[in-house]
């Protein structure tokens, strides 16, 4: 049977995630959207992505979630690209969904979906990579420009090479190559400027839950208070209905 094809315009960029005026970089509240929220708002699939996710997450409750959607150009094609995290009290689980077209119509569509769950034990370092326009200028209230977020648990590596030098301008010597060697086995680039304001809090927010957990300190709650168990109803319980927009 072959793939219904999108009936839907192209969507705008993606102002609805900038947050309102006054909104306070530092706020430490909750996140913008609910995960079927987010992944409605993204339009890739929202449908399909919520029941993978669903199923990935095996019955877990959603403590925090991010949701990613990249944008690129692939010769004269438009390619689109969803990430989507979703944190639970003991894993990590990671989505990945790509589409690709197999007839010049676009009558023919595949999806290529992959999911994968780390528990949080093995996560070994998280790291926050931030950007700031005019940091002379700085003041407590001022927004992130751009977030980076690396999150590493395999022990996989990326090794960044270039020539190296001795800093004399005039010097034409080879003093071979230096490089660095970071630790991640994701990355996700979340801009303010292309995803929005709320899009780089609700990082933010994800990678501070995710540090909670990982290093075993759900807090700010008091260590003697014992938070009371949640049924598992699912994170979906009325599915979605939008189709793919591109």
């Known amino acids: 049977m072959s793939p219904q094809p999108p009936t839907s315009k192209p969507q705008a960029p993606r102002t609805g995630h900038q947050a309102p005026h006054g909104h306070n ?3 430490h509240g909750a996140q913008g959207q609910s995960l079927e929220g987010a992944l409605q708002q993204a339009g890739f699939y929202p449908r399909l992505v919520a029941d993978v996710v669903d199923d990935a997450l095996d019955g877990r409750d959603c403590m925090a979630h991010l949701v990613h959607l990249e944008t690129h150009f692939d010769r004269a094609e438009v390619r689109r690209h969803i990430t989507v995290l979703v944190l639970t009290d003991d894993m990590l689980v990671i989505a990945h969904v790509d589409d690709q077209q197999l007839d010049e119509a676009g009558e023919q569509i595949v999806a290529q979906i992959s999911t994968e769950s780390v528990p949080v034990a093995q996560i070994r370092s998280v790291v926050l ?4 326009a005019q940091p002379q200028n700085y003041k407590p209230s001022d927004p992130v420009r751009e977030l980076t977020l690396s999150i590493a648990w395999s022990g996989g590596q990326r090794l960044d090479m270039g020539p190296a030098s001795c800093g ?3 010097c034409e010597a080879d003093h071979g190559y230096s490089g660095t060697i ?5 990355v996700l680039r979340i801009s303010a400027e292309a995803d929005g304001l ?12 995710l540090r909670a957990v990982n290093t075993g300190s759900p807090a700010p709650v008091p260590h003697s208070t014992v938070p009371a168990p949640r049924p598992r109803t699912g994170v ?3 599915r979605l209905s939008r189709g793919h927009q591109r």
């Open 25 to 27: 970089a530092h706020d």
């Open 129 to 132: 990579s931030y950007m700031y």
């Open 168 to 170: 004399d301008p005039q």
């Open 182 to 186: 970071a630790q991640e086995d994701i």
């Open 198 to 209: 709320q899009a780089v809090q609700d990082a933010k927010l994800f990678a501070r839950a």
């Open 236 to 238: 979906f319980g009325n």
